[in-house]
């Protein structure tokens, strides 16, 4: 392993020394072959199995009340409206009624996508449920896993 100064950073000291990153390459690769072959064998076993069932649907109240409190709990959301919306609204001036506009415009666009993206996958939902179909996604998946775990192993750098 090579010497590596306090000076250097970690992922530097790590491509310094060669054993060090070939092995982290060759445990990745491993890794995405393993992930690719079980993902192959779940589908063998989705043909042979039924659909596993989950929980009934969930209800309206209860699902925006998970949606509320993640959102709530996400810090994301809060970072995002102190560095983003100060800059749109004039220095000097009141800010709550353009903080006001600026959240409804926000949440009015967020409200807007996730309806639409949930229209989308419910009307998917039956045909990916499809034992057929669940296989074959898991076959695609696999096969690409394996193919980006041995193009990682023989790739040179």
């Known amino acids: 392993m090579s010497n590596c100064s306090s000076t250097l950073s970690a992922c530097e000291c790590v491509r310094a020394s060669a054993v060090v990153f070939d092995a ?8 995405l072959v393993w992930l690719g072959v079980q993902a192959i064998r779940a589908a063998r076993q ?31 959301i809060g970072i995002f ?14 800010v ?4 006001l506009v600026l959240g409804a ?27 057929s179909v669940k296989a074959a996604m898991d076959r695609i998946t696999g096969t690409v896993l394996i193919a980006l775990g ?5 790739e040179r750098g």
């Not at 041995?150 to 023989?154: E, F, G, I, N, V």
Request: net charge positive; glycine share 8%.
């Open 81 to 94: 409206f102190t560095s983003l919306l100060p800059q749109f609204v004039d220095p000097g001036r009141p």
């Open 46 to 76: 989705a043909l042979d199995e039924a659909p596993p069932t989950h929980g009934g649907p969930v209800g309206a109240a209860t699902g925006f009340r998970h949606g509320l409190l993640s959102d709530l709990a996400n810090p994301k």
């Open 96 to 99: 709550l009624l353009p903080f």
């Open 105 to 131: 415009i926000f949440v009015v666009m967020t409200a807007v996508w996730l309806v639409a993206y949930t229209l989308m996958a419910v009307r998917a939902s039956a045909a990916l449920r499809r034992p």
């Open 150 to 154: 041995l193009r990682l192993a023989t």
């Open 24 to 31: 982290l390459k060759i445990a990745g690769a491993l890794y």
